[in-house]
Nanobody
Framework: QVQLVESGGGLVQAGDSLRLSCAASGRTFPNYAMGWFRQAPGKEREFVAAIAWGGKSTYYADSVKGRFTISRDNSRNTVYLQMNSLKPEDTAVYYC????????????????YGPGTQVTVSS
C-alpha cells in the first residue's frame, strides 16, 4: 500500500524556519523523484520544489528559490523541505508527492499525494 505522511508543519512568525518531512512507504523510494506542492485557502495547488531520484538535481518555484531547500534521505525513505525566511504568503497546506512522468513543475506529473501538513506564518 502506497503511503506518504507529511509532518513538521505548524504556526510560526514571519522570518522563522520550519522543516517538513515526508515519510514514504509502499514503493521503492530511491527509484522515484519526489515533489512538494502547497495549497493556500481559495487557491489552486501549486508546485514548490522537486528532487530527482538520486538527489543531485533539484527544482524550485521562483517564489521559494533561495529560501527553501529540498533534500532526501533514501536510506530513510524520506524527503525534506527546509523552509527559511518564511513569509505570510507561504501559509498553505503542504503536500509531498511521488513523481510519475513528465514535467516536474506540473501537478499532473505526480501520481500520489500525501494528506498534507498545515503551515501558518503570522506577520
Amino acid at each position: 500500500q502506497v503511503q506518504l505522511v507529511e509532518s513538521g508543519g505548524g504556526l510560526v512568525q514571519a522570518g522563522d524556519s520550519l522543516r517538513l518531512s515526508c515519510a514514504a512507504s509502499g514503493r521503492t523510494f530511491p527509484n522515484y523523484a519526489m515533489g512538494w506542492f502547497r495549497q493556500a485557502p481559495g487557491k489552486e495547488r501549486e508546485f514548490v520544489a522537486a528532487i530527482a531520484w538520486g538527489g543531485k538535481s533539484t527544482y524550485y518555484a521562483d517564489s521559494v528559490k533561495g529560501r527553501f531547500t529540498i533534500s532526501r534521505d533514501n536510506s530513510r525513505n524520506t524527503v525534506y523541505l527546509q523552509m527559511n525566511s518564511l513569509k505570510p504568503e507561504d501559509t498553505a497546506v503542504y503536500y509531498c508527492a511521488f513523481h510519475s512522468t513528465g514535467d516536474f513543475y506540473r501537478e499532473e506529473a505526480y501520481d500520489y499525494y500525501g494528506p498534507g501538513t498545515q503551515v501558518t506564518v503570522s506577520s
